[in-house]
């Protein structure tokens, strides 16, 4: 299967609401933090529910915030190698896809109260009557990925299967692509298909809805853990304002977090901890630099 630049980055987007936050280069002379948003819905409507996030930044800066909303995450990359933008918020992928086009840092990562982590798993599950419980018992049955740009439903569960000796390719009976995770949930718990990726953030919303029963369903594999979306900026951002942009992340909490529900807090992190994004890539022979 063939992934490209823009495809991956677009999954990432759909997966990942929160903002997307950017500061200008002419924001450091003009001393105003320009905050971007990915349009996952009006654009008017993004600005509004992102206020307290503004709010909150322009309190712990000392400056003025103002909200401005971008094309897509593929823009986004561009724009901060050509040093329009100085930070930004990027999904897993599309972060570990951009530092091979643009000289960018990860330097915080968020939590949700809901997850209470700053990181989740991907999971391969079945029916406890299916008679599946390992990776071998997945061989001629049926099964659903998510979408094929999709993190934990397509590219964590194929490289894990990979990792264990199975060839997605040749091994499964039948595989479609569900376009969600929910409806992978619904698939598995009404007997549809026989097993499913999911996320377990994901799973665990499936199950608080009614749409899955967990005494239902086994694990069959789950993934190491996968880092949440970071907030990146530019290598080359002065010493003092990356101190200051850091401090002031670190401090916003207790605001809506998109469809994610409240946020517990940033967290600091690094480029380091993406790496097993880096090894999935390789699993997956993925060229990253390539991918355009």
């Known amino acids: 299967m063939k992934f490209t630049r823009r495809s991956v980055l ?3 987007s ?23 948003l990915i349009p996952s819905e009006d654009s008017r409507a993004m600005i509004s529910n ?31 190698r050509s040093k329009r933008l100085d930070v930004a918020y990027l999904g897993p992928f599309s972060y570990v896809m951009g530092t091979t086009v643009a000289p960018i840092e990860a330097f915080a990562v968020a939590e949700t109260k809901k997850a209470g982590r700053a990181f989740y798993h991907s999971l391969v599950i079945a029916r406890k009557d299916s008679g599946i419980k390992t990776v071998a018992d997945l061989k001629g ?19 894990g299967l990979m990792k264990d000796g199975f060839n997605t390719e040749k091994d499964f009976g ?23 990726a999911i996320a377990d953030r994901i799973l665990d919303a499936a199950i608080a809805k009614g749409l899955a029963k967990r005494e239902d369903l086994v694990v069959v594999w789950k993934s190491d853990p996968i880092p949440e979306s970071p907030t ?35 967290h ?23 991918m355009k």
Do not use: C
Request: no cysteine; aromatic share 8%.
């Open 10 to 12: 677009a999954g990432t």
């Open 14 to 36: 759909m997966l990942l609401a929160p903002p997307l936050l950017s500061l200008g280069a002419a924001a450091q002379t003009a001393n105003v933090l320009n905050v971007g």
């Open 50 to 80: 992102s206020q307290a996030m503004m709010d909150m930044l322009s309190k712990s800066l000392g400056m003025p915030v103002k909200p401005f909303v971008a094309a897509d995450y593929n823009g986004v990359i561009e724009a901060l």
């Open 141 to 159: 049955k049926t099964f659903a990925f998510v979408d094929p740009t999709s993190t934990s439903g397509h590219l964590f569960p194929k490289a």
């Open 174 to 196: 039948r595989v479609i692509f569900s376009g969600s995770h929910d409806s992978n949930a619904v698939a598995v718990q009404n007997k549809k298909i026989d097993a499913v």
């Open 232 to 266: 990146v900026w530019r290598r080359d951002l002065d010493p003092v304002l990356k101190k200051r942009v850091q401090a002031a992340f670190l401090d916003v909490k207790d605001i809506p977090w998109s469809d994610q529900g409240m946020l517990n807090g940033f």
């Open 268 to 290: 600091p992190t690094n480029d380091k901890a993406y790496d097993i994004i880096r090894e999935t890539a390789k699993i997956l022979n993925l060229d990253l630099k390539a």
